[in-house]
Nanobody, 125 residues
């Protein structure tokens, strides 16, 4: 049914930028909140950013605030994560997720119903 596919990951030097994309298929997700999470080796999956269904409300983890920007284009059924001033500690697999929940945005992974396969982001020092 619903499928999320991330792209845009890769290897970048510290201080550089990447733009991740999350393309959704199966149905329109214009009424779903869209989130980004990441998981580094040996660590739990952690919240990165979320954007409401309307695009009007966003939330960011403190570690990325001011450096990352989440956005969405509902006409393209796609969400984005612009990552600037990347640091080695940003190295992780980045996952896109859709809440499929009519309610407030959330940092909790269990509020998200659909997940992509992840895309690797590696930041070298």
């Amino acid at each position: 049914q619903v499928q999320l596919v991330e792209s845009g990951g890769g290897l970048v030097q510290a201080g550089g930028s990447l733009r991740l994309s999350c393309a959704a298929s199966g149905r329109a997700l214009s009424n779903d909140h869209m989130g980004w999470f990441r998981q580094a080796p040996g660590k739990e999956r952690e919240f990165v950013a979320v954007i409401s269904w309307s695009g009007r409300v966003t939330d960011y983890a403190d570690s990325v605030k001011g450096r990352f920007a989440i956005s969405r284009d509902n006409a393209k059924n796609t969400a984005y994560l612009q990552m600037n001033s990347l640091k080695p500690e940003d190295t992780a697999i980045y996952y896109c997720a859709a809440s499929a929940v009519i309610g407030g945005i959330s940092r909790l992974p269990n509020r998200y119903n659909y997940w992509g396969q992840g895309t690797q982001v590696t930041v070298s020092a």
